[in-house]
């Protein structure tokens, strides 16, 4: 098993940054992939960006390029997204997620940190 716990949530103005972290732990070795998902009130949960987790690909949904960064740190087990520019449109609930494959289904999942953007 793979156990996330995502930190770094909470209130900023728009046009603030904002930096969540995720620590992986558990069965590291069978990570492929790690991301970044979010869902706002009412909405359903969105992909917003991952990273190979061997490798330096990282992908972003087009509603955030530009704007935020993911990157991971193998040796501390950690995955960040650094998101700049926050908009209120970007107020969600924000889950860290592993799958053990590069394509697929995720597996494991944080329990979610909040970041409210207001305008």
């Known amino acids: 098993q793979v156990q996330l716990v995502e930190s770094g949530g909470g209130l900023v103005q728009a046009g603030d940054s904002l930096r969540l972290s995720c620590a992986a732990s558990?069965?590291?070795?069978?990570?492929?992939?790690m991301g970044w998902f979010r869902q706002a009130p009412g909405k359903e949960r969105e992909f917003v960006a991952s990273?190979?987790?061997?490798?330096?690909?990282?992908y972003y949904a087009d509603s955030v390029k530009g704007r935020f960064t993911i990157s991971k740190d193998n040796a501390k087990n950690t995955v960040s997204l650094q998101m700049n520019s926050l908009k209120p449109e970007d107020t969600a609930a924000y889950y860290c997620?592993?799958?053990?494959?590069?394509?697929?289904?995720?597996?494991?999942w944080g329990q979610g940190t909040r970041v409210t953007v207001s305008s």
């Open positions: 990273v190979r987790w061997s490798g330096d690909e990282t």
């Open positions: 558990g069965r590291i070795s069978r990570i492929m992939t």
């Open positions: 997620a592993a799958r053990d494959s590069a394509y697929g289904t995720y597996k494991y």
